[in-house]
């Protein structure tokens, strides 16, 4: 089975055709996948991608997003969350502060 996304489908400007699968037996459009960590041996790699349904009509509807944990000597856990596009919207939102309190803590020091 070929991973190249049908050219004929429409695909959000988010899809990367890389990684989209639309069209294919599991249809879904997806993100290139975010990994941060890992720089280290045995140090926690977390990637993150979001995948949204292809056949699905409505954009706004629920994606999922799929989050990976690897610290390189186990089998890495795998978490997949199907979440309502305005909870995700939520979720980014709620932790934008976590990142200025990380950003403050970094220049305290
Ligand atoms: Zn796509």
Redesign the pocket.
Known sequence: MSSI?DSE?W??SW?D?EH?T?GQLASY??NAPTTVGGHRLFDLKVTVQLWQD?DEPDTTAVATVVVTFDNSHLVPSIHAFDLEADVLRDLVDALMPLRMILDARGRAR
Do not use: S
């Open positions: 996304p489908l695909h959000p899809c055709p989209c639309a459009h997806k292809a």
